[in-house]
């Protein structure tokens, strides 16, 4: 079973600012303004795909 991680990354930014305020912004852009707003790009937790939970937590 695969989780849909959900992160505010710098492209996802970008096209969100594009739609929501019909302008033209880069991904380096958003993360400047990510950085003045407060905030910083979140890169998804990598997991191993067939990892045990229960040997992790040992």
């Not at 929501?20 to 993360?31: D, I, L, N, W």
Request: a positive charge; charged letters at 25%; glycine letters at 8%.
């Amino acid at each position: 079973m695969e989780e849909t991680v959900q992160v505010w990354d710098a492209a996802r930014v970008a096209t969100l600012t594009g739609r929501k305020f019909h302008v033209s912004c880069s991904t380096s852009g958003a993360t400047r303004l990510m950085h003045r707003l407060g905030s910083t790009p979140q890169a998804p937790v990598r997991r191993g795909a067939e990892r045990g939970e229960q040997a992790v937590t040992e």
